[in-house]
């Protein structure tokens, strides 16, 4: 049980350094000084995932984001469930469907003819169609088909 007691202690910085930490390890007004869980602001996480691309790996895992933010998986875990029950997973699908809606209204920018959403959704670090198509709906509330066609009718 002694890890528990340093579960307010970030893991160190990978090497070379990296100014995308989000972790803070003093109380926050709601957060009891015994609360061995730190802080962690979810928007500047998302940012330093967007800054860093790291969302783009599809292998990448909760410990992998931990250390690259400077706090253990623990923490992380528990900030990311204690947002309307979201997960590692959630989040990280989350930001790939934010890059992917992105790179769709580009695409649709161009005027070019039907995206390819295999290849799309490959590159934002999806796994496979049906992970992509799921998440997609999720997040947007309409499959990734009916998105651009209401991207294309808004145009």
């Given at each position: 049980m002694q890890y528990l007691a340093r579960a307010d202690r970030p893991f160190p910085k990978p090497p070379g350094g990296d100014d995308?930490?989000?972790?803070?390890?003093?109380p926050s007004p709601q957060q009891?000084?015994?609360d061995?869980?730190?802080a962690i602001d979810l928007d500047a996480?998302?940012?330093?995932?967007?800054?860093?691309?790291?969302?783009?790996d599809q292998d990448l895992t909760l410990?992998?984001?931990?250390?690259?933010?400077?706090?253990?998986?623990?923490?992380?875990s528990a900030a990311l469930n204690a947002r309307n029950d979201m997960?590692?997973?959630?989040?990280?699908?989350?930001?790939?469907?934010?890059?992917?809606?992105?790179?769709?209204?580009?695409?649709?920018?161009r005027d070019k003819g039907a995206p390819n959403l295999l290849?799309?959704?490959?590159?934002?670090?999806?796994g496979s169609k049906a992970t992509f198509n799921r998440a997609f709906k999720r997040h947007t509330g309409q499959t990734?088909?009916?998105?651009?066609?209401?991207?294309?009718?808004?145009a």
């Open positions: 995308a930490s989000v972790a803070d390890t003093s009891a000084p015994d061995p869980a730190p996480l998302a940012n330093a995932v967007r800054a860093g691309r790291w969302h783009f410990g992998q984001l931990a250390r690259l933010v400077g706090t253990n998986t623990s923490a992380l997960n590692f997973t959630l989040f990280i699908n989350g930001l790939r469907v934010e890059a992917m809606c992105e790179r769709l209204r580009d695409h649709a920018a290849a799309l959704a490959l590159d934002c670090g999806f990734p088909r009916d998105w651009v066609r209401a991207l294309k009718q808004m």
